[in-house]
Antibody, heavy 121, light 109 residues
């Protein structure tokens, strides 16, 4: 079974750094792009960026360029999303999702379970 | 920046047909995808490439496209279909940048 398993909830202070993870299992990790999506509580989905774990080619939404860094380590089938200096406005659930697969075209499927990031000042 | 526009809410009674639209300038050139998200859960794709239905998705879910508007149709709506629905597509630049619509809350009365 193809799965993406994300790291657990985080509680951080404003200004601190953070790196959350997304581990793929059940498929060849380097063969599929991994995207990251933000969801502020009670709000909609926002596409943040995407990485090709095979060669680390990375694309960012203009809204998130320079705000976060997306990376991957194909040797351990894991993608990452990191912040150098968190802000209160970063409080959200962050999802990772695989791009493409059998019978889903270039949609994002499956998704990880989400990581809740809470930032206090 | 590129935007996809959805109605904030749609309400239907059980057994009726729900239609959720998504407008975007690049939709004539780029495929659209639809996701269902229930409270506390991750999104699930219900339609891909405008009209295709993934395996395991009920036949009552269908998609259509006409110019700059794509539509998700749910026929014979059930209470379990109450959820948020998001369209997704990319702009026409070819830079592999994706965008989501603002989401539509489907309420089953």
């Amino acid at each position: 079974e193809v799965q993406l398993v994300q790291s657990g909830a985080e509680v951080k202070k404003s200004g601190e750094s953070l790196k959350i993870s997304c581990k793929g299992t059940g498929y060849t990790f380097s063969n599929y792009w991994i995207g990251w999506v933000r969801q502020v509580p009670g709000k909609g989905l926002e596409w943040m960026g995407i990485i090709n774990p095979g060669d680390s080619d990375t694309r960012y939404s203009p809204a998130f360029q320079g705000q976060v860094t997306i990376s991957a380590d194909k040797s351990i089938s894991t993608a990452y999303l990191q912040w150098n200096s968190l802000r209160a406005s970063d409080r959200a659930v962050y999802f990772c999702a695989r791009l493409g697969g059998d019978n889903v075209g270039r949609s994002f499927d499956p998704w990880g379970q989400g990581t809740l990031v809470t930032v206090f000042s | 920046s590129y935007e996809l526009t959805q109605p904030p809410s749609v309400s239907v009674s059980p057994g009726q047909t729900a239609r959720i639209t998504c407008f975007g300038d690049a939709l004539p050139k780029q495929y659209a995808y639809w996701y269902q998200q229930k409270p506390g859960q991750a999104p699930v794709v219900v339609i891909y490439k405008d009209t295709e239905r993934p395996s395991g998705i009920p036949e009552r879910f269908s998609g259509s496209s006409s110019g700059t508007i794509v539509t998700l149709t749910i026929s014979g709506v059930r209470a379990e279909d109450e959820a948020d629905y998001y369209c997704q597509s990319s702009d026409s630049s070819g830079d592999s940048l994706w965008v989501f619509g603002g989401g539509t809350k489907l309420t089953v009365l």
